[in-house]
C-alpha cells in the first residue's frame, strides 16, 4: 500500500492550493481518507475526512467553508482542495486511510486509528 501526497507549495495568505493523494494498493471504496497537518513544534492535527462508504465529508472547525475533500475513483486519488489560506495553515499536510471497523463514530480525527499513511507534503503561506 502506497499514499502519494503531493501539491504543497508556497502561496500568499488568502490563495489556494490543492493538495492530492494518490493511493496505490487500496481503493476509496473500502478505505477512508483523512488530512492531517503538523506544523513546527506543534501536534499533528487532524484536518478532513472522507468516508468510504458514502462519500461523506468531514471538516475541523478552523478549514470549514475553505476547504473541501472530495475522491475521483477512476484516479483512485483524494483531493484537498484549500482557499482563503491564511498563516495558520502553514503546515506539513499528510493523508492517511484506514478500512478497518472502528469503535466509535468519531475515530477518524485520531491519527492511531490510521493504517496507512503518506510522506507528507508542505504548505507554507507566507506574504
Known amino acids: 500500500v502506497q499514499l502519494q501526497a503531493s501539491g504543497g507549495g508556497l502561496v500568499q495568505p488568502g490563495g489556494s492550493l490543492r493538495l492530492s493523494c494518490a493511493a496505490s494498493?487500496?481503493?476509496?471504496?473500502?478505505?477512508?481518507i483523512g488530512w492531517f497537518r503538523q506544523a513546527p513544534g506543534k501536534e499533528r492535527e487532524w484536518v478532513s475526512f472522507?468516508?468510504?462508504?458514502?462519500?461523506?465529508?468531514y471538516y475541523t472547525n478552523s478549514v470549514k467553508g475553505r476547504f473541501t475533500i472530495s475522491r475521483d475513483f477512476a484516479k483512485n486519488t483524494v483531493y484537498l482542495l484549500m482557499n482563503s489560506l491564511n498563516l495558520e495553515d502553514t503546515a506539513v499536510y499528510y493523508c492517511?486511510?484506514?478500512?478497518?471497523?472502528?469503535?466509535?463514530?468519531?475515530?477518524?480525527?485520531?491519527?492511531?486509528?490510521?493504517?496507512?499513511w503518506g510522506q507528507g507534503t508542505q504548505v507554507t503561506v507566507s506574504s
Open positions: 472522507i468516508s468510504s462508504s458514502d462519500g461523506r465529508p
Open positions: 494498493g487500496i481503493t476509496l471504496d473500502y478505505y477512508g
Open positions: 492517511a486511510a484506514d478500512g478497518s471497523s472502528h469503535a466509535y463514530g468519531s475515530w477518524y480525527k485520531d491519527k492511531d486509528e490510521y493504517h496507512y
